[in-house]
């Protein structure tokens, strides 16, 4: 079985500073990575994805992040953050080889706070 | 190009009756997938159709149920209503690759409210 796990569940950070969001992820053979947003009573917004390839990998609004197979870690990073990137942060898997199964298994989401 | 589409924005319902959800994904995507987000439950997966036909379904009771349309639009059903059912419901859609990776892309969701 697959999971994801977001071991803050709060992170709080200067405008201006580097920000990172931790997820690590459990599978049985290669994942697929995803980062979603969340604004307060939306839907969830695609940041960006991990296929195969490079470890970093680019998506919008100036986030990355970077993908570690030994530490099965996909932290999502941003060299300075913005007030407006306060949201509610998802990390989410899905195992290549998984078949029929191909919905998301999410993390429990991290809710980042920038501060003026 | 249009979105995920999903109405009503917000439903109100009583213990016991069916709410009815909809879906229309992006224009040229096949597969639908539904979500429930309870608060303190996190994403869980529900549903996926994909070309008129359920693909998958997770660990719900079988008085969640749907459908898909020949338009790929899909419906959410949940029939005899508890207090628990109360979340934000989203769908997401994307385009069937084979051998491939899709994104899924959400709707703004449906907030189901059981009194």
């Known amino acids: 079985a697959q999971s994801v796990a977001q071991p803050e569940d709060q992170v709080n950070v200067a405008e201006g500073n580097p920000l990172t969001v931790k997820c690590t992820y459990s599978?049985?053979?290669?994942?697929?990575l995803f980062w979603y947003v969340q604004y307060p009573n939306r839907g969830l917004q695609f940041l960006l994805k991990?296929?195969?390839?490079?470890?970093l990998v680019k998506g919008s609004y100036g986030f990355e992040a970077e993908f570690n197979k030994s530490q099965t870690s996909f932290h999502l990073k941003k060299p300075s953050a913005l007030v407006s990137d306060s949201a509610l942060y998802f990390c989410?898997?899905?195992?290549?080889?998984?078949?029929?199964?191909?919905?998301?298994?999410f993390g429990s989401g991290t809710q980042l706070t920038v501060l003026p | 190009e249009a979105g995920v589409t999903q109405s009503p924005t917000h439903l109100i319902k009583t213990r016991g009756q069916q709410a009815t959800l909809r879906c229309s994904p992006i224009?040229?995507?096949?597969?639908v997938y539904w979500y429930q987000q309870a608060l303190g439950l996190g994403l869980q997966f529900l549903l996926w159709?994909?070309?008129?036909?359920?693909?998958n379904r997770g660990n719900f009771p079988p008085r969640f149920s749907g459908r898909q349309f020949p338009n790929y639009s899909s419906e959410l059903n949940v029939n005899a209503l508890e207090l628990e059912d109360s979340a934000l419901y989203l769908c997401?859609?994307?385009?069937?690759?084979?051998?491939?990776?899709?994104?899924?892309?959400f709707g703004p969701g449906t907030r189901l409210l059981v009194l």
């Open positions: 599978v049985s053979g290669n994942p697929y």
């Open positions: 989410a898997v899905r195992e290549i080889s998984s078949g029929s199964a191909r919905q998301l298994t």
């Open positions: 159709y994909d070309e008129g036909e359920e693909r």
């Open positions: 991990y296929i195969t390839g490079d470890n």
């Open positions: 224009s040229g995507h096949t597969s």
């Open positions: 997401a859609s994307s385009f069937r690759r084979t051998g491939g990776i899709e994104t899924q892309y």
